[in-house]
């Protein structure tokens, strides 16, 4: 049970008393960023990485793209309930995308790794057959946005199913080979997977094909992650014999930092919220960082808060127990960008949820509360986002840098870019200069660039 509040305290200190979790001083953040600079090490190195939280996967994607890039590609993305097949023609700077998006049932998304490969071929083999395809030799990069061990650039293991999978017969197993013998079974198409990556990964190469300062992808969507180029002398993981001429001395690194604090290390800035959060989620005391930023849980964080606001009587007097707002899972993240776009006394935004949510008898001051708390659980977020990119950024320690960024927290909230940019430029070695860009269609596009930056190189081998 969490504390109770101290009666004597006014209505706004004991509101505050119930939210100042949320407020971590600039030194908390810089705490944080060395705990996770030690656990970055710690998956890099060969002795410690099974112990390490933070895996730090070497993706086997060794170079960007160069501009150079030409062919037709077949991109896959998986990352959530949806997934889309691409069609992407790349002309060296010139690239053009067809796309179709595909539901994956929930029966699918808890069933067996067969059914839901069995599923994505089937789409795949539509895909190809709606745009005259047959026939055709297609190189196909595809997305994979779960932890994965891999183990070359189109070969790779499932660690852990995450964002409300639970396919049995996938972890440990060679997710290419999964998908490659249910492309055999139902399609008669020749496709070869040329590479496989995750969403960070791609948002990376999609945007490093324009901007050639590009060395950090992040993921800020139903999930958080970031990749960026390591210099291959600081991966204990890497095998020496893999080094070749072909490729420079480097390689992407998929961190999966958003199992950071699975260890108990970030206890310390963990509420009853998010502990709360934790213990009804599918995967308890795993993703502890993910959870305190991502688009999954975030909309979760501020709706508990606020049912424990309303259980003190401080919001929402006499609030309906049947509406939604005690319902688990129903105050989506999309709620907390709508409400923090209001700008003006009439909180239009914020009353079209609360009436979604059922609630009817709310004053203009329970909107200023709603909001408030919106603001805190949002800030955090993005200042934890940004504390794991300022720890990449003085890691490379690269004079100009550009990160690239996707996911729809960072593309719909009204105030992500701001309040990570300016924690960024607190918590950065001084001198060191970043730009923050959206990154376009990065999984989709992304994904195509790795596979043709792998026939590429390919071609210079022969």
Known sequence: MPPPIPEQLTKYEKIEALVKGFKLSTLTYKRIMHLLDAEMNNGLTKHTHHV??????????RSLPDGTETGSFLALDLGGTNFRVLLVKIDELDVDIQSKTYLIPQRIMLGTGQQLFDHIADCIGKFINEHDLKGQKLPLGFTFSFPCRQEGLAKARLSKWTKGF???GVVGEDICQLLHEALKRRTNTDVEIVAIVNDAVGTLMSAAHGDRACEIGLILGTGCNACYME????????????????????VIINTEWGAFGDNGCLDFVRTEYDRELDTYSINPGKQIMEKMISGMYMGEIVRLTLERLTSEGLVFMGADRD???????????????????????????????LEELGIDNFTTEDCKIIKYVCTLVSARS??????????????????EMTIAVDGSLYRFHPRFHNLMSLKIKELVHNGLKFKLSLS???SGKGAALVAAVAMRLRSLKV
Not at 52 to 61: G, L, N, Q, R, S
Not at 333 to 344: A, N, R
Not at 382 to 399: E, H, Q, S
């Open 231 to 250: 210099t291959l002398d600081n991966v204990g993981l890497w095998d020496t014999d893999n080094k070749d001429k072909a490729h420079p001395n480097q």
């Open 166 to 168: 639970r396919c049995e």
């Open 52 to 61: 390490a939280d933070i895996k730090m996967f070497p993706t086997f994607v």
């Open 323 to 353: 509406s939604l707002l005690f319902e688990r899972g129903k105050f989506y993240t999309k709620y907390v960008s709508e409400i923090e776009s209001d700008h003006d006394e009439f909180f239009r935004n914020t009353k079209q949820v």
């Open 382 to 399: 993005a200042f934890l986002a940004a504390a794991g990119l300022a720890t990449l950024i003085n890691r490379l320690k690269k004079p």
């Open 440 to 442: 376009h269609d990065g």
